[in-house]
């Protein structure tokens, strides 16, 4: 069975611009969660998403998105990014929310860099 | 509130070494507990969880953690290091049902890089 897949994996942009990431969870996999890693802060929370519904949100600014599609794939969206944008944006799927027993599993990440 | 601590930000072991990454947690209820791995340049690996039931709880390569509760830790050991095990690891807790922290979302530790020498 495959794993999550991101795409794209790097990613670099211009402060202004605006990005949008995808993620495609495990096969089954119908809940999709998104994180932002950077050195100082460890993984923190954005949203997560199940059956196309947002379920919990992080307290990031709204100018990160993202929704989930019928098929469970999902896409993050970051607007008008600026320089502490730059982070490895992981994705986690699993089979029901994130508040049951289930394990999440992660894709490889998407190394964004902001100039 | 909920949270977790991992309070080593570097743990050094030589190879052929038991080896302990360290992890704290407060929840308002019992604790799902996780442990991963993150190898350089890679998303997170998933070695095991506690949710309920035997203390001691065995993983992914060798590696197993013990649940107590008086002392709320959950530490990840691995009797005799290897070299590969060299990566950052992570704890997480989760509310059970009967906690309301957070909307029982996964609250994540810092990471401890793990370094074993040859």
């Known amino acids: 069975k495959a794993g999550v897949t991101q795409t794209p994996r790097y990613l670099i942009k211009t402060r202004g611009q605006q990005v949008t990431l995808s993620c495609s969870p495990i096969?089954?996999?119908?809940?999709v969660s998104w994180y932002q890693q950077t050195p100082g802060q460890g993984l923190q929370f954005l949203f997560e998403?199940?059956?196309?519904?947002?379920?919990n949100k992080g307290n990031f600014p709204g100018r990160f998105s993202g929704r989930q599609f019928s098929n469970s794939r999902s896409e993050m969206n970051v607007s008008t990014l600026e320089l502490g944008d730059s982070a490895l944006y992981l994705c986690?799927?699993?089979?029901?929310?994130?508040?049951?027993?289930?394990?999440?599993?992660f894709g490889p990440g998407t190394r964004l860099t902001v100039l | 509130a909920q949270s977790v601590a991992q309070p080593e930000d570097q743990v050094n072991v030589a190879e052929g070494n038991p080896l302990t990454v360290k992890c704290t947690y407060s929840?308002?209820?019992?604790?799902?507990l996780f442990w991963y791995v993150q190898y350089p340049n890679r998303g997170l690996q998933f070695l095991l969880k506690?949710?309920?039931?035997d203390n001691l709880v065995k993983g992914s390569y060798g590696f197993e953690a013990e649940f107590n509760k008086s002392q709320t830790s959950f530490h990840l050991k691995k009797p005799s290091a290897l070299v590969s095990d060299s990566a950052l690891y992570f704890c997480?807790?989760?509310?059970?049902?009967?906690?309301?922290?957070?909307?029982?979302?996964?609250?994540w530790g810092l990471g401890t890089s793990l370094a074993v020498n040859p």
């Open positions: 986690a799927s699993s089979l029901r929310p994130s508040a049951s027993t289930d394990t999440q599993y």
């Open positions: 096969s089954g996999h119908r809940s």
């Open positions: 998403y199940f059956s196309e519904t947002q379920r």
């Open positions: 929840v308002s209820g019992n604790p799902y």
């Open positions: 506690y949710i309920t039931g």
């Open positions: 997480a807790v989760r509310d059970g049902p009967q906690g309301a922290g957070n909307n029982r979302k996964l609250i």
